[in-house]
C-alpha cells in the first residue's frame, strides 16, 4: 500500500500490475499549442512529466493571463511502474516580511479587491520552476533543455493570438495605466492585440533560454531573481516586500495524497493548501447514501442533491482549510466517514436547507469561518506517457494576468489575495490568513481515480477560481455516478451557488429545469459558468483525452506507430477530431 495514501483509504487496494495503454501517450490542455507541446515531448520519448513541464512553458507563451512560471502549481505524478501516486505543492508563499494586515486599509477594514490585487503587494513567491526542477529530477527522461524548445520557438517566432486572449487584453486594459511594461508588451499601435495578430516575446525568450542553460538557480538566485525583486519593490502600484532571499529560500515540496473511497472507485488530490481534494470528496462522501445513478442526469433532483452536498462542503472549506504547516487543517476529520455520515444527514432528500453551517470534525480546533477571494482564472493540463505514467497539474498565476506586473517578459502572480484579507473574525485568527512564509488557500483540484483494481483510471482538473472544485465533482459525478464517457462528462452543465441560492449554467439543460429545480425551495439563477476542464481517461487497455468545450482547449493521442490524433471539442454538440501525423 502507498504510504501516501491516508488511514481511511487502507481497505482499497490501490496499486497492482502496471498497465500499458494501446494509445502510448496522451495530452491535454487548454490551448492547442500547449497540447502538441506536450505530444512533442512523448514523440521523443519523453515521460509523463517532461510532456506536462514543456506544457506549463509553453503556457507561460500563449497562455499569459493565466499561468506561467510567475506563478505556481500542484502535481500528482502517477509512477505506473511503482505503482506510486507523488504530489508536489509548488503553491507560491508569502515573502518572509509579510505581515497579517497585509490586506487592512488604514481604517482597519478589508480592501477592495481591486485595491488589493495590482502591484507588488499581491505578489507570492513563484513555485512553479522549482516543482518543475522537482518533477523532472524525479521522473524526466528528455534532457532540461529539450524540455523548453517548443517555449522558446513560440516566444522567438510567435504564435497567433486566439480569442480567449484578445477579449482578456481588452477588458483588463483599463486597468493598466500603471503598468508599463504590460502595456507595451502586449498593445500594437496603441490598441490591444487582437485575435489573428502574431505575437513575439523576445524577453520572454531570452528569459527562457536563460533557464534551459541555467537551471533553476538562475530563477531563485540570478539575473531573473532579481527582474523579479526589481518589479515588485519598485512597482508604481503598491510596492511588494519580496527579497533575493524569499526567492532563494523558497522549496517546493512533496506531500501525502488526500484519498477517500467514493463508490467502488477511490478518488486522490492534493492535501493543503490545497482545498480542492478536502472538499471534492467530502461532496462526494455526502452523496454517497443517494442513488444518482438511478436518478440520472436528467432529473432536477440530482443536481438538488449536487447543490445541498456542495454547500455544506463549502462552508466546511471556509472556517477549516489553510495552510497546514501553519494552522491546524483536520482533514482526516472532514474526511472522517462518521463525520460525513452526519453532514449528509442534514440533507433532507425532498425540501432546501435555510442555512448551510459549517460541522465540528473530530480533531478541529475551534474558530471563525472567513471567506477568501479566488479569482476564477488558472489552468489545467494532463499528460499520459508510453509507460502509463500520469502527470496531472493545475497551475495559476491568479489573474486576468496576475499582479499585471511583468519580470523577464513574463507575469508575475497575484495569489497573496488568496489569502483571507481581514485576519480576524469575532475576535479569533481565522485559517486563512497572511503570514510570512505561508501559501495561501487554493481551490485547485488535480484528481486521479483509481478503479477497484488499484488502476487508475482518470485524472482530470479545472480552472475557474472557487468554483474548480464544483467543476472537477460534476465532472466526477458524470463519469462515477452517470457512466458517461469523459468527454461528455466534461460538457455536462456546471453549477455552483451564490446570492442566498444556486447557480447553473446558463442556456444548458440546467437553466432549462430552473423550475424543477427550484421547487425543492432555493432560488436558482442561470449565470455564466465557464470551465477549463481538461483530463484523461483509461477505457480497457487505452487511454483518451478530453478537453472542455468552453475553452479553446485539445487533447491529442499517438498510437505505437507513431500517429498522432488531436481532438478539438468546438462545441457541446460537436467534438471532431483531425489526424495531425
Known amino acids: 500500500m502507498n504510504k501516501s495514501l491516508l488511514a481511511f483509504t487502507a481497505s482499497a487496494v490501490l496499486f497492482t500490475q502496471p498497465v500499458v495503454a494501446e494509445n502510448i501517450g496522451v495530452t491535454s490542455s487548454a490551448d492547442p499549442r500547449v497540447t502538441d507541446a506536450g505530444m512533442e515531448m512523448l514523440r521523443q520519448g519523453g515521460s509523463a512529466a517532461d510532456a506536462a513541464m514543456a506544457m506549463m512553458l509553453t503556457l507561460t507563451v500563449v497562455e499569459p493571463q493565466s499561468s506561467g512560471i510567475g506563478g505556481g502549481g500542484f502535481l500528482l505524478y502517477q509512477d505506473n511502474a511503482k505503482g506510486i501516486l507523488s504530489t508536489i505543492n509548488g503553491r507560491e508563499t508569502a515573502p518572509a ?61 510567435g504564435f497567433i493570438v486566439n480569442k480567449t486572449l484578445e477579449s482578456r487584453l481588452a477588458a483588463i486594459q483599463g486597468l493598466w495605466p500603471n503598468f508599463d511594461e504590460a502595456r507595451t508588451t502586449y498593445r500594437r499601435d496603441g490598441k490591444p492585440l487582437k485575435a489573428g495578430m502574431t505575437f513575439k516575446n523576445p524577453k520572454l525568450a531570452a528569459t527562457l533560454a536563460l533557464l534551459a542553460k541555467k537551471g533553476p538557480d538562475a530563477f531563485y538566485t540570478g539575473p531573473i531573481a532579481s527582474q523579479i525583486v526589481h518589479a515588485v519593490t519598485t512597482s508604481k502600484l503598491s510596492p511588494g516586500d519580496i527579497t533575493m532571499t524569499d526567492l532563494a529560500q523558497y522549496r517546493a515540496k512533496e506531500q501525502q495524497a488526500v484519498c477517500a473511497p467514493y463508490r467502488v472507485y477511490v478518488v486522490c488530490g492534493m492535501a493543503p493548501p490545497s482545498s480542492g481534494a478536502t472538499t471534492v470528496l467530502q461532496i462526494l462522501g455526502t452523496l454517497q447514501r443517494f442513488d444518482l445513478k438511478a436518478m440520472g442526469k436528467d432529473s432536477p433532483q440530482s443536481w438538488y442533491l449536487i447543490g445541498q452536498a456542495m454547500q455544506l462542503a463549502y462552508a466546511d472549506r471556509e472556517k477549516y482549510l489553510g495552510d497546514d504547516a501553519f494552522v491546524n487543517v483536520p482533514v482526516a476529520g472532514l474526511l472522517n466517514p462518521e463525520y460525513i455520515k452526519e453532514r449528509s444527514a442534514l440533507i433532507d432528500p425532498e425540501k432546501a436547507r435555510a442555512d448551510y453551517p459549517a460541522g465540528n470534525p473530530p480533531g478541529a480546533t475551534p474558530r471563525t469561518a472567513a471567506i477568501s477571494s479566488e479569482v476564477a482564472g488558472t489552468t489545467h493540463f494532463t499528460a499520459v ?20 506586473l511583468m519580470a523577464g517578459g513574463f507575469f508575475l502572480n497575484n495569489e497573496l489575495t488568496d489569502f483571507t484579507f481581514a485576519p480576524e473574525k469575532d475576535g479569533a485568527p481565522v485559517a486563512n490568513r497572511v503570514v510570512g512564509g505561508k501559501r495561501p488557500l487554493s481551490s485547485m483540484a488535480p484528481t486521479v481515480v483509481f478503479n477497484r483494481d488499484g488502476r487508475a483510471v482518470l485524472a482530470l482538473g479545472s480552472a475557474g477560481g472557487k468554483r474548480i472544485i464544483m467543476h472537477v465533482t460534476k465532472t466526477l459525478i458524470g463519469v462515477i455516478d452517470f457512466g458517461l464517457p469523459l468527454q461528455q462528462a466534461i460538457d455536462l452543465p456546471n453549477i455552483y451557488f ?22 425543492f425551495g432555493q432560488k436558482v439563477r442561470p449565470v455564466d459558468l465557464g470551465s477549463k476542464v481538461n483530463g484523461a481517461q483509461r477505457i480497457g487497455n487505452s487511454w483518451t483525452g478530453a478537453a472542455d468545450p468552453r475553452s479553446e482547449g485539445t487533447s491529442a493521442t499517438i498510437d505505437a506507430k507513431g500517429k498522432v490524433k488531436v481532438t478539438v471539442p468546438r462545441s457541446i454538440d460537436e467534438a471532431p477530431t483531425e489526424d495531425v501525423g
Open 97 to 157: 516580511a509579510a505581515t497579517s494586515d497585509r490586506f487592512v486599509g488604514l481604517d482597519g477594514k478589508p480592501l477592495g479587491f481591486l485595491e488589493a490585487f495590482q502591484g507588488g503587494r499581491s505578489v507570492g513567491v513563484p513555485g512553479n520552476v522549482q516543482l518543475m526542477a522537482q518533477a523532472h529530477q524525479k521522473w524526466g527522461k528528455l534532457p532540461w533543455a529539450t524540455i523548453f524548445k517548443p517555449a522558446i520557438r513560440l516566444s522567438q517566432k
Open 385 to 404: 506517457d508510453k509507460n502509463g505514467n500520469i502527470a496531472n497539474m493545475t497551475s495559476t498565476i491568479e489573474g486576468p494576468f496576475g499582479s499585471q
Open 498 to 519: 451564490g446570492g442566498g441560492g444556486l447557480e447553473v449554467e446558463q442556456n444548458s439543460i440546467l437553466s432549462a429545469m430552473a423550475d424543477g429545480l427550484g421547487k
